[in-house]
């Protein structure tokens, strides 16, 4: 396409030009409209078509999964008497069928939160930090890591999984005071029960002589 040199045109000819370019805009903004509509329409449809199957599908999985959850501590009962174990308070039970043809789990999930006592090792972690006042690289990374680590959320509460994972760099810090801190920090963690789960796999046969492992996992609030 050729350049237009406007100087050369008249003024019918620059006014058609404008009028052209603004049908052109004209019908840009119509189609840009027009298929906003569709993609507005094909996102409904997909909601409406597929949300009642999800909200029946989970009714039946929440309630087979309550269900499980009894039976399984009926199942621990009997083995608490069985080992003369007292404590049966766990997370997750898991079994694998004698043939190995299907493994199930089912437990809850757990999420790591602090029990109020942290600020006592956040105090000393950041007077650790404070002495940080060396140039090398290393003492840079240290503290760069140990910012990112502790940077809070925005109620101001502290990330209890990324600040557990400071415990590793015990050995980087060489320090008295940001062992007893992670001490401190360590046993103020608590992990509170979020979700019910199972999960697992069963080998089905397709048929033919094929075999698949087929996996599943499912969650509920």
Do not use: C
């Not at 406007?6 to 030009?17: G, H, I």
């Amino acid at each position: 396409m050729s350049n237009i040199d406007l100087s050369q045109l008249t003024d019918e000819q620059r006014k058609e030009l404008i009028k052209q370019a603004k049908e052109l805009e004209k019908a840009e903004k119509a189609r840009i409209k027009s298929e906003k509509q569709i993609a507005e329409g094909l996102k409904n449809e997909l909601v409406l078509s597929n949300i009642d199957f999800m909200i029946d599908t989970r009714g039946g999985v929440e309630n087979r999964i309550v269900k499980m959850f009894g039976d399984v501590e009926t199942i621990l009962k009997i083995e608490a008497d069985l080992y003369k174990n007292k404590n049966q308070d766990q997370d997750s039970f898991s079994h694998t069928l004698p043939d190995g043809s299907a493994y199930l789990k089912i437990g809850w999930n757990t999420k790591p939160v602090y029990n109020g006592t942290e600020m006592h090792g956040i105090s000393k972690l950041k007077t650790f930090m404070a002495s940080l006042a060396g140039e090398s690289e290393n003492e840079k990374l240290l503290m760069k890591m140990l910012n990112a680590l502790l940077k809070t959320d925005a109620q101001g509460n502290y990330n209890a999984q990324k600040v557990r994972m400071l415990d590793g760099m015990r050995n980087e810090a060489n320090s008295e005071l940001f062992n007893e801190a992670m001490d401190i920090l360590r046993d103020a963690v608590i992990d509170i029960r979020t979700s019910r789960y199972v999960r697992g796999w069963k080998m089905v046969d397709f048929g033919n002589g094929m075999q698949k492992r087929v996996n599943f996992n499912f969650s509920i609030d």
